[in-house]
């Protein structure tokens, strides 16, 4: 199992930046395909961006591809996701996630992630 801790969200004005982390405790991170997720008021969790178990693949939704990136350190635990250019659209709770059945070269549908953070409320004010 992995326990998962998201930081790092806030309040910023429209074109800013955030940088989210998620630290993962456990010994078998790399096992991993780490994700995240973001659910605004009265709709569904949506993939945002997820990272395959060696970080050499990275898979984005279109609403924040070339302005997210997705990083990990297997070293240290970690998963980041950088956020610039912000949108008020982009206000949500993100989610870390992290899962095991994910196939290697695939994003992994919502359903394949296991382990869930208590999400970070980013909001971003036009």
């Known amino acids: 199992q992995v326990q998962l801790v998201e930081s790092g969200g806030g309040l910023v004005q429209a074109g800013g930046s955030l940088r989210l982390a998620c630290a993962a405790s456990g010994r078998t991170f790399g096992y991993y395909q780490m994700g995240w997720f973001r659910q605004a008021p009265g709709k569904e969790r949506e993939f945002v961006a997820t990272?395959?178990?060696?970080?050499?693949?990275?898979y984005y939704a279109d609403s924040v591809k070339d302005r997210f990136t997705i990083s990990r350190d297997n070293a240290k635990n970690t998963v980041l996701l950088q956020m610039d250019d912000l949108k008020p659209e982009d206000t949500a709770v993100y989610y870390c996630a992290g899962g095991a059945r994910v196939a290697d070269g695939t994003r992994g549908t919502l359903n394949e992630f296991d382990y869930w953070g208590q999400g970070t409320q980013v909001t971003v004010d036009s």
């Open positions: 990272i395959s178990r060696s970080g050499g693949n990275t």
